[in-house]
């Protein structure tokens, strides 16, 4: 796939169904369809709503054919500091990945984060999503202990947070 043929977008209504999709079908491929983990979050089915809040934004990468094949966003840390952030449902189908279109989303996430007045950026993930954790220590992210905020993703094992005023490479 030529990534010349993919558009990187805001959200709109006409992607929820697809953007559930897409969350739906990745996360059960890393184990994360139990209990405690995002594919509950009541968001799921509405994202573009979830997203129109003050200090949220959610992007999907969009084929040509007008196919939606990954998204991510981010929003206020529920439950943590107003200065934190979190990257939430950040998933791409398989076709999608490896082609630099996670660098791509997340560079895009941490501009509206710094933009929107957030000084750290969380995120949560599972120890099988090696490849995400790679690209999140490459983009500055460092491993944390214990998990912040209150998500209600107790499934998740690895939590990691970056300081947006660090200059992205």
């Not at 509950?40 to 054919?65: K, L």
């Not at 950040?90 to 076709?95: A, D, G, K, S, V």
């Not at 950026?121 to 912040?148: D, H, I, S, V, W």
């Amino acid at each position: 796939m030529s990534t010349e043929a993919l558009t990187l977008r805001r959200i709109e209504a006409r992607d929820d169904a697809a953007v559930a999709s897409v969350i739906r079908t990745v996360m059960p491929e890393f184990g994360a369809d139990g209990p405690g983990f995002a594919i509950h979050d009541p968001e799921v089915s509405a994202m573009t709503a979830a997203y129109a809040r003050p200090r949220h934004a959610y992007f999907v990468v969009e084929e040509r054919a007008g196919r939606i094949i990954g998204g991510g966003g981010v929003a206020p840390l529920e439950g943590g500091d107003a200065g934190v952030c979190e990257l939430r449902k950040m998933y791409f189908l398989p076709e999608a990945r490896g082609l630099g279109q996670g660098e791509r989303l997340l560079r895009r996430c941490l501009e509206f984060a710094r933009d929107a007045g957030f000084q750290r950026c969380y995120l949560e993930t599972l120890a099988g999503m090696q490849q995400a954790q790679k690209l999140y220590r490459r983009m500055g992210f460092e491993p944390l202990c214990t998990p912040l905020g209150r998500t209600g993703h107790f499934g998740c094992d690895h939590w990691y947070a970056r300081d947006l005023s660090k200059p992205l490479d």
